[in-house]
């Protein structure tokens, strides 16, 4: 079972290479992924790392937490699931503002203003 990480506070000049190489200390390295900006291509400042079992993962975190790399305090945590973007749950907002506008509209005898 793969065990996704996520590293924070990364310096802008960091490498996937550099992210392996520290991380290949601690276990078996499954993927490293720098996010980027999409237009200029440049590093965020953040990655996720797939290691290859819960205690590897664990033993990364022990380890590397609080660790300097190119001059920055890097931050290691268990990485939280990615959010479900939901259709109906936008659905319902829209449709709660638009029931709003409509009441708006009434008038004290029930009748709409315009």
């Known amino acids: 079972m793969d065990v996704t990480l996520y590293v924070g506070n990364l310096s802008y000049e960091t490498s996937e290479a550099d992210l392996n190489a520290l991380f290949s200390g601690s276990g078996t390295v499954m993927s490293v992924a720098l996010i980027k900006?999409?237009?200029t291509g440049s590093s965020k400042g953040f990655a996720f790392i797939e290691m290859s079992?819960?205690?590897?993962?664990?033993q990364a975190v022990k380890d590397?937490?609080?660790?300097?790399?190119?001059?920055?305090?890097?931050?290691?945590?268990?990485?939280r699931p990615a959010k479900q973007n939901d259709y109906s749950t936008y659905?319902?907002?829209?449709?709660k503002r638009n029931n709003k506008s409509r009441n708006q509209n009434k008038g004290r005898d029930g009748s709409y203003r315009y």
């Open 37 to 39: 900006d999409r237009d």
């Open 53 to 58: 079992s819960q205690t590897e993962a664990e």
């Open 91 to 95: 659905k319902k907002r829209s449709n």
């Open 64 to 79: 590397i937490n609080g660790a300097l790399i190119n001059n920055r305090s890097i931050k290691v945590n268990l990485a």
